[in-house]
């Protein structure tokens, strides 16, 4: 194969590795940022339920004022019962401590569903916690991974870039200069392999003429559709075993 070919072939590849190491590194600021939504999320599901616990205490408070009032009121009532004078008063005032109590059962049969509320809200809060536990473990240990991932990116990117130093520095400045050109017109892919008579990148047939000297290998051959440079890769049939003598 022609030197400069077999050249432009690695660091075809390295350019690729490169790529998709940058593509990489580029989505790990976009992969922690959905490890802190999850852990934002659970966040917010925990602050919920507090809010709704402290909603259920201030109506709580506001029950209990009012059950207070109401006791206090039939105490009232009944402390003058005792003082009535008349039937009548006594039917007025029997008619009162009975609203009272009516009330007083309405108050306590109030509080009493906020309470039986406290504890559902304490296992939801107990339950949210846990999850919120959970998860922030979980992505911490993501979150590591992804800092050991970027790290061995990085280590990727400047192993590739002195390789890719490297190989440059072995091909003639005319081929190099060709494998940037056509790179920067075709998203960074400056060669394509020819297959059954055909350029695999743009999928366009060659002329028999040209592929068949693209299949020698020996010089820099570009496809007449989308300007890649073309490389045959041969394929190795494997040899029969010899038959063992009898």
């Known amino acids: 194969m022609h030197s400069d070919l077999q050249h432009l072939i690695h660091l075809q590849d390295l350019e690729l590795i490169a790529e998709r190491v940058r593509q990489r590194v580029t989505d790990l600021p976009l992969a922690q940022a959905a490890l802190e939504a999850r852990v934002s999320e659970r966040t917010a599901a925990v602050e919920a339920v507090k809010g709704r616990i402290g909603a259920n205490q201030a109506a709580r408070r506001d029950i209990e004022k009012d059950l207070a009032a109401v006791q206090a009121r039939l105490s009232k009532y009944k402390d003058q019962l005792m003082e009535v004078k008349t039937n009548k008063e006594y039917q007025a005032m029997q008619t009162e401590i009975g609203v ?3 009330n007083v059962r309405a108050q306590e049969d109030r509080l009493l569903e906020r309470m039986v509320e406290t504890d559902t809200l304490s296992a939801e809060l107990k339950a949210a916690e846990a999850a ?3 998860e922030q473990a979980d ?3 993501e979150k590591e991974k992804l800092e050991q991932e970027c790290t061995a990116m990085e280590q990727e990117l400047q192993r590739t870039t ?3 130093k490297s190989v ?3 091909l003639s400045p005319a081929a190099l200069a060709l494998f940037d050109h056509v790179s920067k017109h ?3 892919v ?3 392999e020819a297959r059954d008579g055909h350029c695999t990148q743009c999928h366009v047939r060659l002329r028999p003429q040209v592929f068949n000297e693209v299949r020698r290998n020996d010089g820099l051959i570009q496809c007449e559709s989308c300007s ?5 890769a041969a394929t190795t049939t494997p040899t029969p075993a010899a038959p063992h003598a009898s």
């Open 100 to 102: 009272a109590e009516q």
């Open 132 to 134: 919120l536990k959970a």
């Open 139 to 141: 992505v911490a240990s």
């Open 162 to 164: 002195a390789e890719r």
């Open 168 to 170: 440059s520095s072995q």
């Open 186 to 188: 075709r998203k960074g």
């Open 190 to 192: 400056a060669l394509s």
């Open 228 to 232: 890649r440079i073309l490389y045959f």
